[in-house]
């Protein structure tokens, strides 16, 4: 996971998401993150194309920068109606509950999974 420079341009946030979780790779069973952690979820329109950004509350902030510090170099599940959409590796400690979700997925692709967050 990546930190990058966005535009101004940003598309809707769907609030309070219900249907979006963060695992672990190795133990699928193992939430990091559950839908009630995450504040938002919106797409930002980077440089580069689409980034899919979510923003944690105060637990989910605390919970998932303990968990990445003793975790940097593996990898995270993005799971969406119990569907993993981004296996993603840690690759620093994650402090401030903004976490950028990129990928080799078009921005139609990233449209579909924003559209997939929606449709709770």
Do not use: H
């Amino acid at each position: 996971m990546k930190q990058v420079q966005t535009s101004n341009a940003e598309l809707p946030k769907i609030y309070n998401p219900t249907n979006v979780e963060i695992r672990d790779n190795e133990d699928e069973n193992k939430v990091i993150i559950e839908s009630s952690q995450i504040e938002y979820v919106c797409l930002l329109d980077d440089i580069n194309g689409m980034v899919l950004n979510m923003k944690l509350t105060a637990d989910g902030t605390d919970k998932f920068a303990d968990y990445t510090k003793n975790n940097i170099g593996s990898a995270v599940r993005f799971v969406i109606n119990g569907k993993t959409v981004s296996n993603p590796y840690i690759n620093v400690e994650i402090t401030d509950g903004n976490i950028n979700f990129t990928g080799d997925y078009t921005n139609e692709e990233y449209a579909a999974i924003f559209s997939e967050i929606k449709s709770k």
